[in-house]
């Protein structure tokens, strides 16, 4: 039974910085692609970060050179450095598959809540 869980998450000031980590089990981790994702409040959830089939990543516009993904894959685990926040990056972040649900259709984690905030 695939399981994501996301961790990280907290209250930090503008210009902070933060490291999610996201544990996988019950899949193969490798299989597909990972991704990070993200939903404030009122909006859609969207990627922000995520890996190709062929190993490079790609960012959505308002995170590229603040946010890096990374994975172990030792440790079925996938990463998200984020630098330089902003309040608007403020919303629950969630890893999964890219695209999501393809170990598991409709399944998402609890995700992480980042807050950004003086």
């Known amino acids: 039974q695939v399981q994501f869980v996301e961790s990280g998450g907290g209250l930090v000031q503008p210009g902070g910085s933060l490291r999610l980590s996201c544990a996988a089990s019950?899949?193969?981790?490798?299989?597909?692609?990972m991704g990070w994702y993200r939903q404030a409040p009122g909006k859609q959830r969207e990627r922000v970060a995520g890996?190709?089939?062929?190993?490079?990543?790609n960012y959505v516009d308002s995170v590229k050179g603040r946010f890096t993904i990374s994975r172990d894959n030792a440790k079925n685990t996938v990463y998200l450095q984020m630098n330089s926040l902003k309040p608007e990056d403020t919303a629950v972040y969630y890893c999964n598959s890219v695209p999501p649900g393809r170990w598991s259709a409709g399944y998402w984690g609890q995700g992480t809540q980042v807050t950004v905030s003086s």
């Open positions: 019950g899949i193969i981790f490798n299989i597909y692609p």
């Open positions: 890996f190709t089939s062929g190993g490079s990543t």
